[in-house]
């Protein structure tokens, strides 16, 4: 009986044990990252359960290195999954820790230890390099192939590569590519942020005679960068050169070192020619087959140069490598009216093709790369301006296998030539690629228009997450503009994991920032190129670091950041002729307004700049005010709120009107005046009212790049849904719809990149993939389905969905740090429900649709009567309700 009672015991127990579990484990915010160099890295996990309301009470972590603890946290009382600091002994180079985490919950349950995740680390102290900078003893403008042999006599532990590059390289060990990054080391401000990667190579290796090879590439390093390309030698040296060292640990304990140094042998092979903006040249006729493999003859290579290059430049990369996400196959083959032979791959996309072929020796085929067919169905190509995209193959004569290196393209077309007869599609794939971003949010509605909408911000992000984010992915330019990144940080959070690619590129803004604090137009910078300082760009100094806490929770951003942002604030401070009040230097402005053609009525939106220039200024100082208070720094904190509130009092006397009016009667000045809190509070629903009227006036859209992202957040805030539904929904320009019924798949740079007879507009800066518009985006996830953090890193969140535009259904989801949450509204004839769920260790408040709380319902009862939600109140058409983590399914008749 004794024993019975026993099993029941346990059986009751052991499901219960199982209700909560640990998941997700990352290091620095990445799954198994290589190259971790911090002396306390970032853990962090994703506790689950399907029951409601569970928080987490406690923690345990165990780091081991070959399988001996290095860190046993102990039972730590704690709610932290997030951005809980490693505290083990210090950390060695070159060496995987592999850890797991179990967590209690507040019910007591304890979940089973995680399953086991590792990081690798990279060189911990500086002077671990034993390699030399090398270069071929003679470098043409073809790729430089170097080789080393060494040999491998006893049973190896662990082998650890360490590599970068002046140029792009690729790394191979006995005939292998090392790892699946593409465009290594990826770019930063290169004179002062060299990145080298850290990679285990311990399988690669094989006992005996072992071949370690690199392939150079000019990458952003060397190729003419930016518009007026030719002038600039960007960085400080002008030849392709390698930087690397495999450390192998054998099993006795002993250490080898193989480094680039004097004897390297150097030669070049089939990439004849290579640079971002043109493109490749691939000449199967010089392939030198086995080149990377032991005991290859490389007689007849040359040597190698050392060269003194710096080294203290170097840095160890700590974001996503660039890798292929998916290869496409072209949907359909086209004959254009000028004859040209012309592939489609039904999606604008960036990336590089992938042709296999048996031509005749020397055939030379060029595939150039286009994103739209003109209005008469011809290949279109003004658009890229000098940028020749373009790859040349020349055939072997035997099956060739045809895939650029170190060039991408932005395309949806190929046009062929060179090929007699019908093209093959079975001969051409497109490999997608990007930053190694995992997806972090979907969004989906009743409205198939919108929903391709949202696939076209979806690609926008694919195409211009390149290890940087950029304008644009094809003309002469696919740099990394500062204002079109703080235009769409937000939107992009909200869709992929961009966590890591943007502290690394939030470095390099620091790197480049000028020493009187202005921050450049692109980053990484080419000076002569571009300027700084202009409002709205060089706000992405502070808007992006403290969205980032937002959005992700970790104070380090602000930490790393907080000095950059001073020195921005600081130097607007600094500029001002009145107290308070910026309106010096030269800036963008709302870049590409609604404007008009001889506008004898005055219809263009043009914004008064130095209108635009006070909001940015009060904001960073706000946002700048806030990222003290949260490291605690408080006279700091009082100190920008101080700037902040005198540089809104100062726009108030300078722009505002007793009646409400701005001095620029626009969509854009009305919008940045209320979203960034310029007004004093009673003039706030006057002003709003301004801007219904400009919506209504216009009936559409008039805001250029730094109105756009705000607008329809600011319309719904205020009450005024039905216009900013009527804004997402217009078919025609300028309008969110109507590149959607002109067929874009991806975002375009103007509101009318295409006139509806399908002409394209030759003014000389025209791209079909360009992401800024796309940050209606943000208004879908956090707006339309109402699913947004109130709290750094969405520990608390909010579902407050505006419903309407004729939608019947929106579904949002987005992996917060904490895990998946999710809101989905269906609107039916007498019936309205919402849906969410809602993280382990999270709370949410729920705004539910409804004209009383009454009639509310949660798991067929009134939800007053939930043992699981507690109503908060009633309050302007919402019923406000709050849960813990969990499933809810809110209904309401009507
Ligand atoms: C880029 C933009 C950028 C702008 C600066 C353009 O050429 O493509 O998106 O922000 O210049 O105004």
């Known amino acids: 009986m004794k024993r019975l009672l026993l099993l029941f015991i346990v059986a009751a127990w052991l499901p219960a044990a199982a209700q909560v579990s640990v998941s997700s484990l990352k290091v620095n915010h990445m799954t198994e990252p290589s190259g971790v160099v911090d002396a306390e890295p970032v853990l962090s996990w994703v506790v689950e359960s399907p029951d409601r309301n569970v928080m987490q009470q406690a923690y345990e972590v165990r780091v081991y290195r070959d399988g001996r603890s290095v860190w046993r946290s ?19 180079s070159g060496t995987r820790y592999e850890w797991q985490v179990r967590v209690w919950d507040d019910r007591g349950r304890v979940s089973k230890w995680s399953e086991r995740s590792s990081w690798l680390t990279g060189m911990m102290t500086a002077g671990e390099w034993q390699a030399k900078w090398i270069l071929p003893e003679e470098q043409t403008d073809a790729s430089p192939m170097l080789r080393k042999e060494f040999s491998v ?25 090392v790892g699946d990054a593409h465009y290594a080391p990826g770019w930063t401000s290169y004179d002062k942020r060299l990145q080298y990667q850290t990679y285990d190579v311990t399988d690669m290796l094989q006992k005996g005679a072992n071949a370690f090879g690199l392939v150079l590439g000019r990458g952003w390093y060397l190729s003419l960068l930016g518009w007026s390309s030719g002038e600039h030698q960007i960085y400080a040296y002008d030849r392709m050169a390698a930087l690397a060292q495999i450390v192998v640990t054998y099993r006795d304990g002993s250490r080898e070192v193989i480094a680039t140094d004097g004897t390297w042998r150097s030669s070049t092979g089939e990439i004849v020619h290579s640079t971002i903006y043109d493109g490749e040249t691939i000449d199967a006729r010089l392939i030198q087959h086995g080149w990377n493999t032991a005991g290859f003859d490389d007689g007849s290579w040359r040597g190698v140069t050392v060269a003194d290059y710096p080294m203290d430049n170097l840095v160890s990369s700590d974001s996503e490598p660039v890798v292929t996400h998916e290869y496409r196959t072209p949907v359909e083959v086209i004959t254009t009216p000028k004859g040209e032979k012309v592939l489609d791959f039904g999606q604008n996309m960036v990336g590089r093709e992938i042709f296999t072929y048996k031509g005749r020796p020397g055939q030379e085929i060029v595939i150039s790369h286009a994103e739209v067919l003109d209005e ?112 769409f940080f937000r939107t992009a959070t909200f869709n992929r994991d961009v966590q890591s690619f943007f502290r690394k590129w939030l470095k390099d803004l620091a790197a480049d920032q000028h020493a009187d604090g202005q921050v450049t137009d692109i980053i990484p910078t080419i000076e002569g190129l571009v300027g700084a300082g202009r409002t709205g760009w060089a706000d992405v100094a502070t808007i992006v670091p403290w969205q980032h806490y937002m959005a992700y929770g970790d104070k380090r951003i602000l930490e790393n950041q907080y000095p950059s942002m001073k020195a921005w604030v600081d130097f607007m401070v600094g500029q001002c002729t009145e107290p308070y009040l910026w309106n ?17 009525s005055g219809v263009s939106a043009v914004t008064y700049k130095p209108l635009i220039q006070q909001c940015f200024f009060a904001n960073s100082a706000d946002v700048t005010a806030k990222a003290a208070a949260v490291l605690g720094l408080d006279k700091e904190a009082a100190y920008y709120a101080d700037v902040a509130a005198k540089a809104r009092e100062a726009f108030c006397n300078a722009y505002l009107t007793p009646a409400g009016y701005l001095v620029s009667a626009t969509q854009t000045a009305y919008v940045l005046a209320l979203n960034f809190d310029m007004l004093p509070e009673a003039m706030r629903p006057v002003v709003a009212a301004r801007l219904a009227d400009k919506v209504r006036e216009y009936g559409h859209i008039t805001t250029g790049f730094l109105g756009t992202p705000y607008i329809s957040h600011v319309l719904s805030e205020w009450g005024y849904t039905d216009l900013a539904y009527m804004l997402l929904l217009r078919q025609q320009y300028p309008g969110w719809l109507y590149p959607v019924t002109m067929g874009a798949t991806t975002i375009w740079e103007r509101w009318n990149s295409m006139m509806p007879d399908r002409t394209i507009p030759n003014n000389g800066m025209n791209s079909f993939n360009h992401y800024s518009y796309g940050a209606i985006g943000d208004w879908l996830y956090r707006d339309a389905v109402g699913l947004h953090e109130t709290s750094a890193g969405f520990k608390t969140m909010a579902v407050k969905p505006h419903v309407g535009g004729g939608f019947t259904q929106m579904r949002a989801e987005h992996v917060t740090p904490y895990g998946r949450a999710a809101a989905e509204w269906r609107d039916a004839e007498g019936l309205f429900t919402l849906e969410v769920t809602i993280p382990v260790n999270t709370t949410a408040e729920i705004y539910v649709p409804s004209a009383s709380a009454d009639e509310v319902m949660l798991d067929g009862a009134a939800v007053a009567a939930s043992k699981d939600a507690s109503l908060e109140g009633y309050a302007d058409g919402y019923t406000r309700v709050k849960v813990g983590s969990g499933t809810y399914r809110f209904e309401v008749k009507r």
């Open 153 to 177: 006599s006893k049973p190896v532990a662990s082998a650890v590569a360490y590599i970068t590059s002046h140029g792009m390289y690729e790394a191979s060990i006995n005939g292998a590519k």
């Open 74 to 92: 102990g039972r730590v009382e704690s709610d932290d999954c997030v951005t809980v600091a490693y505290g083990g002994e210090p950390l060695a």
């Open 376 to 487: 008469k169905g011809n290949f279109y190509t003004v658009n890229l301006r000098s940028a020749k995209a373009q790859s040349r193959y020349i055939c072997s004569g035997g099956e060739d296998r045809f895939e650029p290196s170190f060039t991408f393209y932005g395309f949806r077309y190929l046009k062929v030539e060179g090929i007699e007869g019908d093209l093959d599609p079975e001969d051409f794939k497109a490999a997608v690629i990007f930053s190694d971003l995992a997806e972090a949010g979907s969004f989906s509605s009743s409205n198939e228009q919108v929903n391709q909408l949202q696939s076209n911000i979806q690609w926008g992000l694919r195409g211009n997450f390149l290890d940087i984010p950029t304008d644009c992915p094809q003309r002469d330019e696919r740099l990394g503009w500062a204002g079109d990144a703080q235009v």
């Open 584 to 600: 010096t230097g030269w800036h963008y402005g709302d870049w590409l307004f609604y404007s008009v053609d001889n506008d004898t």
